[in-house]
């Protein structure tokens, strides 16, 4: 997955990340119930390149994460609830039940296939764009 040019209309059904000198596009499952959140990306064999799981939460909160019953290894970017990126987390380990702490302040959670955020070269402070994020630092009007 390369650059992608902006667009001025957010869809539920994609995340747009930016941060300096990238930009990328994904479709996306967003998981906004516990129900959806629990099961995540759980028994999935594989996902296409540029798909992913946006975990959006009520409220912000310390995210913790695992991997027992996910198939596929995971990058993990964790954002606060302006979008901005908090925390990248690379190649979660499949069926792995160690804690992946998110950090406090989480409000959303996009998961990807692992180590693509450092092929993108996605960092800390990129920001995030989606329906969900309602009071953006990266609005979907722009």
Known sequence: MGAVPATAACRDDQVEVRW??????????VADTEATR???LMFRESMPQSSGMLFVYDSPRRATF???NTLIPLDMIFADPAGRVTKVHANAKPQDVTTIDGGEGVKFV??????????L????????????ITDPAWPCAE
Do not use: D, T
Not at 121 to 132: T, Y
């Open 20 to 29: 300096p000198g990238g930009l990328a596009r994904f479709s996306v499952e």
């Open 38 to 40: 629990s099961r995540g």
């Open 66 to 68: 695992w991997m027992k």
């Open 110 to 119: 996009l998961e990807i296939n692992g180590g693509l955020a450092a092929r």
């Open 121 to 132: 070269g996605i960092p800390e402070g990129a920001e995030l764009r989606h329906p969900a």
